[in-house]
């Protein structure tokens, strides 16, 4: 047995604004329209969705969707020219042996955009 393709789920107060970001601003695809939740392709087998939910949380904490790319520098000037604060300007995270960078979504989820050179990473 295994698992064809994974989604991750969040919670949203506002989704138009949640809907903006993820289409117009990161260029993801959406796939589903629930109405009040939307689910996006981020690459073949993984998918982002989010609910519009009175209980949102107003300040999310503990939680880090990543990206993967070896486009961080492109990705971070695309950010910048559209507006997003980067909490984090890219830049070389030894301990880890990749290269990354942070910037939250509108509704305050820490968002990476990283590249692994760690040679072991099978992605």
């Known amino acids: ?16 604004k949640t809907r903006h970001f993820y289409e117009q601003i990161l260029g ?30 107003d300040k999310p904490e503990g939680v880090i969707f990543t990206f ?7 990705w971070a000037n695309h950010l910048r020219a559209n507006g997003i604060t980067l909490e984090k300007e890219p830049a070389l995270t030894e301990r880890y042996g990749i290269y990354n ?13 990283q590249r692994f050179l760690d040679p072991h990473w099978a992605g």
Request: with cysteine; net charge negative.
């Open 1 to 16: 047995m295994k698992f064809s393709e994974a989604i991750t789920f969040f919670y949203t107060h506002d989704l138009p």
């Open 68 to 74: 993967v790319t070896d486009a961080v520098d492109d």
């Open 101 to 113: 960078c942070f910037f939250r979504d509108p509704n305050g989820y820490l968002l990476e955009i």
């Open 28 to 57: 993801l695809a959406r796939v589903v329209d629930q109405g009040d939740c939307v689910i996006w392709r981020v690459s073949a087998e993984s998918f982002l969705g989010f609910c519009q939910r009175a209980n949102a949380p």
